[in-house]
């Protein structure tokens, strides 16, 4: 079984809705994290949390977010889709020993029409 | 800001040959990782090699190797004796030290493998 699993893994959806992506990991890492992948951009950070309290906006974390409802789940939001958001989303788990490598789930793919 | 630049937007190989893949970065830092990830088509991304900063010794995985220079900012990845499952994107990566995790990635290079 996948060690980090992300629901749905592709999504159609409509300008103006609510939209959740799942993720589960079962790694027991403390820290997970979400990744937008666009072409030719490599992934940038959505929101990362260190624990279940501890949760931090990365870099383009507008429009976006998040909620860490047990250490092994992390959900991202869409509160109002728009089609720029269409893209490839990750999840990442890592722990906190040094270099904490980050693991990835198998993305999910969004698009908004 | 840290950026982190892959110059080669593709790169093709025969079978069985040695290929390198270049990536540079930038930053103040003297303390930070350095990440090779692969993502095949099936748009995993799966982590092919890491490095400390502070060890001058290159990290070596099986087939993959890296070139780090750290005063020049450059880590490169070789890949030996190619294979046709080494197809994919490769991204470069790098992350500071105690700095909230976050990696800042490379656009990427898509290496093709010839049979």
């Known amino acids: 079984d996948a060690d980090v699993t992300q629901t749905p893994r592709n999504r159609i959806t409509k300008t103006g809705k609510r939209i959740m992506l799942e993720c589960s990991q079962t790694?027991?890492?403390?820290?997970m994290y979400w990744y937008r992948q666009d072409p030719g951009l490599g992934l940038r950070l959505i929101y990362y949390?260190?624990?279940?309290?501890?949760?931090n906006k990365g870099e383009i974390s507008d429009g976006y977010s998040v909620s860490r409802q047990a250490q092994a789940k992390f959900s991202l939001s869409l509160e109002s889709a728009i089609p720029n958001q269409t893209a490839l989303y990750f999840c990442?788990?890592?722990?906190?020993?040094?270099?904490?490598?980050?693991?990835f789930g198998p993305g999910t793919r969004l698009t908004v029409l | 800001a840290q950026t982190v630049t892959q110059s080669q937007p593709e790169m093709s190989v025969q079978e069985a040959e040695t290929v390198t893949l270049s990536c540079t970065y930038d930053?103040?830092?003297?303390?930070?990782?350095l990440f090779w990830y692969k993502q095949p088509p099936s748009r995993q991304m799966i982590l092919v090699i890491r490095?400390?900063?502070?060890?001058?010794q290159n990290a070596t995985e099986n087939r993959f190797s890296v070139n780090f220079q750290k005063a020049a900012k450059s880590f490169s990845l070789k890949i030996s004796d190619s294979q046709l499952g080494d197809a994919a994107m490769y991204f470069c990566?790098?992350?500071?030290?105690?700095?909230?995790?976050?990696?800042?990635f490379g656009g990427g290079t898509r290496l093709m493998v010839k049979p």
């Open positions: 990442a788990t890592s722990d906190r020993t040094p270099p904490d490598t980050q693991y």
């Open positions: 790694k027991g890492h403390d820290r």
């Open positions: 949390s260190f624990d279940v309290k501890d949760i």
């Open positions: 930053t103040s830092e003297s303390d930070y990782y």
């Open positions: 490095q400390e900063a502070y060890k001058q």
């Open positions: 990566a790098y992350r500071r030290v105690n700095a909230g995790n976050m990696l800042t």
